[in-house]
């Protein structure tokens, strides 16, 4: 007589995303009522031509933003689904995954570089390329394509770290705007990138036919958006910046980057919540599974991109200095908020609903930490620089995400909870080094940007 083993099937609340869809319209629209006219959030100080003129500025920006989000989103819809279909075991598939981190570390670290020399206007173009490139390759639907598909997604994720934000403060700065507004198109950006990639995955689940991730029609839509993206920007985006001396370059990066240990700094911030944030990616599937039951994972992803979107909406409350809110501290609070949620994850086993709770205070925290380092790299460093800056400190992220699949997900030698630890010891250690820049006599108001 055959056993039969009843699994119990874990479903979460559907309340849970009406809850989060009504925190975030909550935080979102009820700010302006609580902040004063002369927010440097509002346009209300403005004149009104300067205020069409920003707007129309700001709005340019956020729509080919969203495009490229849209465009990176579709091309990693399936995951390890796109290599399983092909018969690969999940060891040969988590080597397969390395590559990701290699390429982000020998390739992506120096592309910040070329795109201070050459103009953020070039590295954008590249990235649509390289998206043009990588959904064609999808298409043919051949493991030796598919692989190279990967590197050029992997290289493009670097360039979309860095190019974007550059060429938004350049030409934020060409035309002539208050520089107070830059933070509001930070924590723009960030918000409708995380809308984006919920917006991607709606797009990718009407065209997918096939739950095995035999179907190129997600990457055929990313590659068609890839070649509108590349078209706006060379029709919109004028020339802005010209090419700059190799050796001019080197100085400027040496003298603002490299001997200032404020950067060094804000580089190790930037490196944890990259480094963390793909961790997260990795394990959050497995760390819910060990629990037995089956679970609706796809159902939980807009859950974390929604966390992520409530964090966003929740940055000017504490970053307006109108706002009854408004804290210098809220940065450090929310590194040490991030690292101790990983620490509890890392500590025991958790039921699923705690662990879900985890992950989402998680989320709420990088979309409030995203926008701030991109206000401090602001404060600190030059526009020349900050693509440099940022692939360079990615780099020691990449690093330590390479040894983790090939010692943790290929040899198995580390278990996930060590990896969720280091992990959280990052973020906690960001703290430190964002007190310091608190600290430092240099230190500016955010409100003096």
Aim: hydrophobic share 50%.
């Amino acid at each position: 007589m055959a056993v039969v083993i009843e699994r119990e099937e874990w479903e979460i609340p559907s309340s849970a995303y009406y809850l989060l869809f009504l925190s975030c319209f909550a935080s979102l629209f009820s700010f302006p009522f609580f902040s004063t006219r002369s927010s440097p959030f509002s346009l209300h100080s403005f004149d009104h031509a300067q205020a069409l003129s920003f707007l129309r500025f700001q709005r340019g920006l956020l729509l080919v933003y969203s495009l490229a989000s849209v465009t990176g989103g579709l091309q990693m819809i399936y995951g390890e689904v796109e290599f399983m279909r092909f018969g690969l075991s999940r060891d040969q598939i988590a080597l397969i995954f390395s590559v990701v981190p290699a390429v982000s570390l020998f390739v992506g670290s120096f592309a910040g570089i070329f795109s201070d020399i050459k103009g953020p206007r070039k590295a954008c173009l590249l990235y649509c390329m390289l998206h043009l490139f990588a959904g064609m390759l999808k298409c043919v639907n051949w493991l030796p394509f598919v692989w190279i598909a990967s590197a050029f997604v992997a290289i493009a994720s670097s360039l979309f770290s860095f190019c974007f934000e550059t060429w938004m403060v350049t030409e934020h700065e060409k035309q002539g705007h208050r520089k107070d507004l830059l933070t509001d198109t930070f924590w723009r950006m960030t918000f409708f990138e995380s809308i984006s990639l919920l917006g991607s995955q709606v797009l990718a689940n009407l065209l997918t036919t096939d739950a095995e991730g035999g179907t190129p029609l997600p990457f055929a839509l990313a590659a068609i958006l890839a070649i509108l993206g590349f078209l706006y920007i060379k029709r919109k985006w004028s020339r802005s910046q010209d090419a700059l001396a190799i050796w001019s370059y080197q100085k400027s990066f040496s003298s603002h980057v490299l001997r200032d240990k404020k950067i060094w700094a804000l580089g190790w911030a930037q490196a944890s919540i990259h480094f963390s944030t793909s961790i997260f990616w990795l394990l959050w599937a497995p760390s819910i599974l060990a629990d037995g039951r089956d679970v609706q994972l796809s159902r939980l992803y807009p859950l974390f991109i929604g966390s992520r979107v409530l964090g966003n909406t929740v940055f000017p409350w504490f970053y307006d200095t109108s706002s009854p809110y408004y804290s210098q501290n809220s940065l450090t609070s929310a590194f040490a908020i991030a690292g101790l949620a990983l620490s509890v994850i890392a500590y025991d086993y958790q039921e699923i609903g705690t662990l879900l709770m985890l992950f989402c205070i998680f989320h709420a925290c990088v979309g409030f930490i995203l926008p701030s380092l991109a206000t401090l790299r602001t404060m600190y460093m030059p526009n020349e620089v900050r693509g440099g800056m940022i692939s360079m400190s990615m780099g020691p992220a990449n690093v330590a995400i390479l040894l983790v699949m090939l010692a943790g997900a290929y040899h198995k030698a580390i278990v996930n909870s060590a990896i969720m630890a280091v992990s959280a010891f990052a973020l906690l250690t960001s703290c430190g080094c964002v007190h310091m820049l608190k600290r430092s006599k240099k230190h500016q108001s955010w409100h003096d940007l």
